[in-house]
């Protein structure tokens, strides 16, 4: 069993920085793909960025976000700049074990076994 708390969320202006911490318990965090994901009201839960070795982002964070991980503390980042209030969603944490931390890591919300409560954040105009 893995358990995810993430935290960092909060109101922020437009072009403003926040970094999101999801801290993770209980099974082995560096053989985990971890991800972030977000939704917002009345959408789907989308895919935001994600991590193995290598980073991965969806496009439409590409360039102002970026996903890092300290496998010492059990905790993976999302740090956001250049925000947009497109980007106001609860965030998402998630944790897959994976036999290979070398293998691409999944950009499916439904491949993913451990899910953190969410944090929200909200860009402002």
């Known amino acids: 069993q893995v358990q995810l708390v993430e935290s960092g969320g909060g109101l922020v202006q437009a072009g403003g920085s926040l970094r999101l911490s999801c801290v993770a318990s209980?099974?082995?965090?560096?053989?985990?793909?971890m991800g972030w994901f977000r939704q917002a009201p009345g959408k789907e839960r989308e895919f935001v960025a994600a991590?193995?070795?290598?980073?991965y982002y969806s496009d439409s964070v590409k360039g102002r976000f970026t996903i890092s991980r300290d496998n010492a503390k059990n905790t993976v980042f999302l740090q956001m700049n250049s925000l947009k209030p497109e980007d106001t969603a609860v965030y998402y944490c998630?944790?897959?074990?994976?036999?290979?931390?070398?293998?691409?890591?999944?950009?499916?919300?439904?491949?993913?076994?451990?899910w953190g409560q969410g944090t929200q954040v909200t860009v402002s105009s």
């Open positions: 991590s193995t070795v290598y980073g």
């Open positions: 209980g099974r082995t965090f560096s053989s985990a793909a």
């Open positions: 998630a944790a897959k074990l994976v036999g290979s931390m070398w293998a691409a890591a999944p950009r499916s919300a439904r491949e993913y076994d451990y």
